[in-house]
């Protein structure tokens, strides 16, 4: 069964009923928001970042290219992330990963339409998840984020890229073994469009990212930018 599905339906017919409530604090939500204005208004946006890896800049730096990009350019055009990964927006995305809480997936979808990356978007492609972690998880987080973006942008999703094999935890790993971890990691099962954004939920060192661009200019593809929820700094 989709779960997903269900989920929609559910939560369609919830809505009828049940008003919107605060996935953080559990007071009434706001805004058409499952979350109150108080902690709106605690939320981490990253709108001060470097426009090339989306690591947020000390504030009394101006917006440009961080060392580490100015050093070695990275292989993406451009790159956002709606949030720095810090609360409530780390809590958020732990709970729509690991407990099935399609609730915050959904918050994290709407807050990311309210920051639409500057750079022109083209057609969306989530980061695909395993077959064996989709089968234990039941859904894929990218895929969840990424669709009603597309939806309400009126982009396609793409999804031509698939993993060839299970990788361990990049959290696990050092940047050796995070290398080592990632090589052929991807396969790519159509042609690319010559310009893609990918999304994701959570941007760390983007290793992951990267050597998901890597196999997809192999394929073709021209450009790529990132769009994620999250970057950890
Ligand atoms: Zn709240
Ligand atoms: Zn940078």
């Known amino acids: 069964m989709d779960i997903r599905k269900v989920y929609d339906a559910v939560w369609w017919l919830g809505h009828q009923v049940l008003p919107l409530r605060c996935l953080v604090c559990a007071d009434p939500g706001n805004e058409g928001l499952d979350l109150c204005a108080a902690c709106y208004a605690e939320l981490p946006w990253n709108d001060h970042a470097c426009p090339l890896c989306a690591l947020p800049l000390p504030p009394d730096e101006p917006v440009a290219a961080c060392g580490a990009c100015l050093r070695q350019p990275p292989r993406q055009m451009g790159a956002a992330a709606t949030f ?14 690991f407990h099935q809480d399609l609730a915050a997936g959904r918050l994290l979808s709407q807050l990311m339409l309210q920051a639409v990356p500057e750079f022109a978007l083209d057609p969306l492609m989530p ?3 395993h077959r064996r972690r989709l089968r234990e998880r039941g859904y894929d987080q990218a895929r969840e984020l990424a669709r009603p973006l597309a939806r309400e942008l ?3 999703l793409w999804s031509g890229l698939c993993r060839s094999r299970a990788t361990v935890a990049q959290s696990t790993l050092d940047a050796e073994a995070r290398r080592q971890n990632l090589r052929g990691a991807f396969a790519v099962t159509a042609t690319p469009p010559s ?7 959570v941007m760390t060192t983007g290793a992951t990212l990267d050597a998901a661009m890597r196999a997809l200019k192999r394929s073709g593809m021209e450009q790529a930018t990132l769009w994620v929820c999250a970057r950890a700094p």
Do not use: C, Q, W
């Open 84 to 97: 720095i990964y810090a609360p409530p927006i780390d809590r958020l995305v732990l709970r729509f990963k």
């Open 127 to 129: 980061m695909p998840l």
């Open 154 to 156: 009126g982009v396609p």
């Open 195 to 201: 310009r893609l954004t990918l999304v994701d939920d």
